[in-house]
Nanobody
Framework: QVQFVESGGGLVQPGGSLRLSCAAS????????MGWYRQAPGNERELVAR???????MYSDSVKGRFTISRDNAKNGVYLQMNSLKPEDTAVYYC?????????WGQGTQVTVSS
């Protein structure tokens, strides 16, 4: 069964930066849209960034201009560069397919933005 492995989260001050990494299966990384999702306590999980197999990207309005999604198919990796972080960005971040029927969720990585 596919298992996504997220890493790179941590505690950061407002205005700081973090880079998240996601290890996925090779076939998924090569042929499918990939996405980063986040879920804060009491909130529903939301898609914040998506990247196509050809490199096209989309972002939610809340992170547009601050986050950048990228992928490295040779390393089966998907990444999320997060800049100008705000307390509202605090959540557990997950990767998965970026469209269609999603696969089993990984453990996610915690991002906490606080002074």
């Amino acid at each position: 069964q596919v298992q996504f492995v997220e890493s790179g989260g941590g505690l950061v001050q407002p205005g700081g930066s973090l880079r998240l990494s996601c290890a996925a299966s090779g076939i998924i990384s090569r042929f499918y849209f990939m996405g980063w999702y986040r879920q804060a306590p009491g909130n529903e999980r939301e898609l914040v960034a998506r990247i196509g197999n050809g490199g096209s990207t989309m972002y939610s309005d809340s992170v547009k201009g601050r986050f950048t999604i990228s992928r490295d198919n040779a390393k089966n990796g998907v990444y999320l560069q997060m800049n100008s972080l705000k307390p509202e960005d605090t959540a557990v971040y997950y990767c998965n397919l970026g469209t269609g029927t999603l696969l089993r969720w990984g453990q996610g990585t915690q991002v906490t933005v606080s002074s």
